[in-house]
């Protein structure tokens, strides 16, 4: 008998089983739907969360401030020298008239303070320099090498750094990132433990129902694949419809939590995220249904072949 035939015939004993069983085929299917959904719901729930993250490393940064009569070569070489640190990502530059204009646009209704303002003779706010790092946790070095250059003669050129300010609430954010990178990690490592492990007792209850049927296989001498296919494809079908059913349940569902979503994480909208990242998603739950159903059922029928 050909390879094509015994696979075609395989396929048709499978899809055959799948529909005689009819309960155990709906009680399977339930249960990866809920795996597939949950593990669904963990990549999107980790991207929002990223994407917040994302937004309030972007807010952190840790200024310098230079003194009002610090001439303009002096600090534009400060921020050369800081520019060409593997560390630092950006360095953004205010002069002491930008600051002056933002100081008078942010106290605008403020008119005690502008009036004190207007009385000085000379704009009291200094050039000051915005520096972000590629990760929070570089931070601390950049400080450190800011103090280095005011120890060494740039003590008057350099008024202050604000890193030590912000120190409490970039270690903080840290820590969050770090907390969330592993407790995601391990919420993915327990769902697909459980979900072999329930979708491998699942179709164990449909390789019981017909043991008989797999008996007289084994003593007339079936193949390996002649037997163990059809609880295969059985399986392959339960990831295949589950993750359909999740892919289609999730698209309304993102519809409606869209502007919601985008008004408490800030800028991440669930509805964009799942239309631009739809064939990402596909592959993801249709890939991780059909593989887990596969490796059970192939896990659970060994033990007959081994009879």
């Known amino acids: 008998m050909s390879f094509w035939t015994t696979s075609k015939r395989v ?9 005689r069983n009819g309960f155990v085929s709906l009680s399977a299917i339930l249960i990866m739907t809920i795996t597939l959904s949950v593990i669904a719901i963990l990549f999107i729930a980790g991207a929002a969360l990223q994407s917040t993250l994302q937004g309030l490393i972007n807010k952190v940064d840790v200024n310098v401030y230079f ?3 610090a001439n303009v070569d002096q600090m534009m070489a400060v921020q050369r020298d800081l520019q060409a640190l ?20 942010k106290h605008k209704t403020d008119a005690s303070t502008l009036q004190a303002l207007d009385q000085l ?26 103090d280095t250059r005011q120890q060494s003669g740039e003590g008057s050129l350099i008024s202050k750094v604000n890193f030590y300010q912000n120190k409490t609430a970039i270690d903080r954010l ?35 129902t017909s043991r008989d049927e797999i008996g007289v296989m084994n003593l007339v001498g079936a193949g390996h694949w002649y037997v163990r296919g059809p609880f295969m494809i059985a399986g392959i079908l339960y990831g295949a419809i589950s993750g359909v059913l999740v892919l289609a349940i999730m698209y309304p569902i993102a519809a409606w939590l869209g502007p919601s979503s985008e008004r408490f994480f800030g800028s991440f909208n669930v509805f964009d995220y799942y239309t631009s990242s739809f064939a990402f998603l596909f ?10 159903g596969a490796i059970s059922s192939y896990l ?5 072949l081994r009879n």
């Open 11 to 19: 396929a048709r004993y499978g899809l055959i089983g799948f529909i």
């Open 67 to 69: 003194a009002t009569n």
């Open 86 to 105: 593997p560390e630092v990502a950006s360095v953004a530059y205010t002069s002491r008239d930008q600051a002056l204009a933002d100081f008078k646009e």
């Open 121 to 146: 003779s000379d704009n009291p706010l200094g050039a000051s320099l915005a520096i972000r790092a590629k990760d929070t946790s570089q931070y601390e070095s950049i400080a450190k090498y800011l």
């Open 174 to 208: 840290s820590a969050i990132i770090k907390a969330l990178r592993t407790g995601g990690l391990a919420a993915a490592i327990f769902f697909a433990a459980s979900s072999i492990l329930i979708a491998f007792n699942t179709i164990r209850l449909a390789i019981y």
């Open 283 to 292: 592959l993801l739950v249709m890939g991780m249904g059909i593989l887990l």
């Open 300 to 304: 659970a029928v060994r033990r007959y």
